[in-house]
T-cell receptor, first 119, second 114 residues
Framework: AQKVTQAQTEISVVEKEDVTLDCVYE???????LFWYKQPPSGELVFLIR??????QNEISGRYSWNFQKSTSSFNFTITASQVVDSAVYFCALSEGSYSGAGSYQLTFGKGTKLSVIP | NAGVTQTPKFRILKIGQSMTLQCAQD?????MYWYRQDPGMGLKLIYYSVGAGITDKGEVPNGYNVSRSTTEDFPLRLELAAPSQTSVYFC?????????????FGEGSRLTVL
């Protein structure tokens, strides 16, 4: 069965510090997809990134970067020079299988990491 | 840009009451989903739909029902509310299957069953 573990329940950093949110996943499939979503205080979840299991290239988008390592089953998320607007709950999620398989409709979410950026 | 709209945002129910959470999207997405989020937990899939007239169970479907008569609407019905259904409910939609595309979420509906 698939599983996503976000061991950090809450993290507090001072503005402008860098912070890394950890995500470890478990799956038996060779084809799978990993996601990060942000849930700001307003409540709705916002998509940040999707990676497939065949693409281990790290990705950078502005102050955000993601490190995907299949060898350690991890998909960590780093925010550089954090800002108060980054305060939110961040969820890592996993989806298994091919485009048309049953697993293609379901995301398995981790429990989330609450990030507080202090001014 | 409405996106995914959920109503109501807040509701208190008594045990045994019934209600429907409404969800509408204006992006012409085929795929729609209902998730629940319990405190300190991730989201769990209740039901999903791959198009009008087609629905299927997710991980935690017991106590809920859905219908999909149009592409736009995907209501979630609670028939006999129980305290275990106290949660925040999120509706989402996507243009492709969940594992290939981005999910667009509504703002959530906070339900309390007393």
């Amino acid at each position: 069965a698939q599983k996503v573990t976000q061991a950090q329940t809450e993290i507090s950093v001072v503005e402008k510090e860098d912070v890394t949110l950890d995500c470890v996943y478990e799956t038996r499939d060779t084809t799978y997809y990993l996601f990060w979503y942000k849930q700001p205080p307003s409540g709705e979840l916002v998509f940040l990134i999707r990676r497939n299991s065949f693409d281990e290239q790290n990705e950078i988008s502005g102050r955000y970067s993601w490190n995907f390592q299949k060898s350690t089953s991890s998909f960590n998320f780093t925010i550089t020079a954090s800002q108060v607007v980054d305060s939110a709950v961040y969820f890592c999620a996993l989806s298994e299988g091919s485009y048309s398989g049953a697993g293609s409709y379901q995301l398995t979410f981790g429990k989330g990491t609450k990030l507080s950026v202090i001014p | 840009n409405a996106g995914v709209t959920q109503t109501p945002k807040f509701r208190i129910l008594k045990i045994g009451q019934s209600m429907t959470l409404q969800c509408a999207q204006d992006m012409n997405h085929n795929y729609m989903y209902w998730y629940r989020q319990d405190p300190g937990m991730g989201l769990k899939l209740i039901y999903y739909s791959v198009g009008a007239g087609i629905t299927d169970k997710g991980e935690v479907p017991n106590g809920y029902n859905v219908s999909r008569s149009t592409t736009e609407d995907f209501p979630l019905r609670l028939e006999l509310a129980a305290p275990s259904q106290t949660s925040v409910y999120f509706c989402a939609s996507s243009v492709a299957t969940a594992n290939t595309g981005e999910l667009f979420f509504g703002e959530g509906s906070r339900l309390t069953v007393l």
